[in-house]
């Protein structure tokens, strides 16, 4: 009997404990006033048993099936006031069980080798997606099961029910601070690092003398820099965007100065047996070259840039901006809404990278780290 069949065995045994084991603390009506749990119960455990019997592929189908619905039983537990708060065994042993049994699960996906051209993307997508609703899971378990307060961390039913009641509070807050104060430092920030890259490259006399500059204004923290800046270009969004091109300026001037400077001596020989000049060897040589270092830069950058224009937003801004509603409202304990505002994002900035890292994909295809 293989470790795997074992754990699948364990599985099942945990999910079973909820019927024999106490549920709460506090009196609460047994499993067999609940039918439909009690049904749902003994249904996963079959599923955990019966997983380690079948073929792989048909094994990861019946695994997430009873993980869905193991899921689904101790969440239903949880909403009854008796045992929220009051959790025991007869919870937490179906929780691991649970997680076991997804562990299993993710393993078994991650090893399969399709033969469909399409389906590794699909695998690769789906294990994140999995690893990280489970983790939403055992977030809302604990947090339900220890009765953990609103105001110190909120469970994330609690956080999507504020997140969808908020919509129109928090478009408002984002195009205040992604749009207006982000990306236009961005866009400003970004694009003056290439072109001073591109006239130090051309001028090495600016390189030596503005890399050390670069440098020191790099290492400047954003709390002493964003007031400021706010006393400069006043408490709307232009301070932010002010911040957000001091903060990415110097990422993308050493990035994109490295990458015109790979460019190897044999290749800068041919162009000038052409006979090209420097736009020229700018447009067929450097430029090709350095793709990669700009992209890393602009990759580094969309994150730099996002949490410099929240965290500027903390030293004076309108009523308006997810870091004036961050510190507004975790000053006032409402917990929710400063993860609804984290949620928000949190979810932007991942947005916003796959946007840059899916136009270096487009743009670079040609590289060797792209080939397979």
Known sequence: MTWQRLAYFAAALGMLAATVL????????????????????????????????????????VTFVGVALGCGVT??????????????????????????????????????????????????????????AFIFYLW????????????????????????????WMLWQDFFQTFILG??????????????????????????????????????LPIVGIAPIMVMWFGFDWPSKAAVVVVIT??????????????????????MRSYGAGYRQTLQ?????AAMPFIFNALKINSTLAFIGAIVAEFFGTPTLGIGFRISIEAGRMALDVVWAEIALAALAGMAFYGIVALAERVTTFWHPSYRT
Do not use: Q
């Not at 179906?94 to 049994?101: D, E, F, K, L, T």
């Not at 110097?250 to 290749?267: C, D, K, R, S, Y």
């Open 182 to 219: 982000m990306l236009s430092g961005y866009v400003i920030g970004c694009g003056a690092g290439f072109l001073v890259a591109v006239l130090a490259h051309r001028y090495t006399f600016l390189g030596r003398g503005l890399l050390p500059i670069g440098n020191f204004i790099s290492a």
């Open 75 to 132: 969440l239903a537990l949880l909403r009854d006031d008796a045992i929220a708060s009051y959790a025991t065994s007869g919870i937490w042993l179906p929780v691991v069980a649970n997680w076991g049994a997804a562990w299993l699960g993710v393993a078994k996906l991650a090893a399969v080798k399709p033969r469909d051209k399409a389906a590794p993307g699909t695998i690769d997508l789906a294990i994140p997606l999995l690893f990280g």
């Open 249 to 270: 300026f110097f990422p993308m001037l050493v990035n994109t100065l490295a990458g015109l400077n790979a460019a190897g001596h044999i290749e800068r020989d041919l």
């Open 22 to 61: 106490p549920l709460s603390s506090e009196p609460t009506p047994s499993l067999l006033a609940r039918p439909i749990v009690l049904t749902a119960i003994l249904l996963t455990t079959v599923l955990y048993a019966g997983a380690a019997f079948v073929t792989p592929r048909v094994s990861i189908a």
């Open 140 to 167: 809302e378990v604990a947090v339900r099961g220890f009765g953990v307060p609103l105001v110190l961390f909120p469970a994330p039913s609690a956080i999507a029910v504020r997140f969808f009641d908020s919509l």
């Open 284 to 288: 067929k040589l450097y430029l090709p």
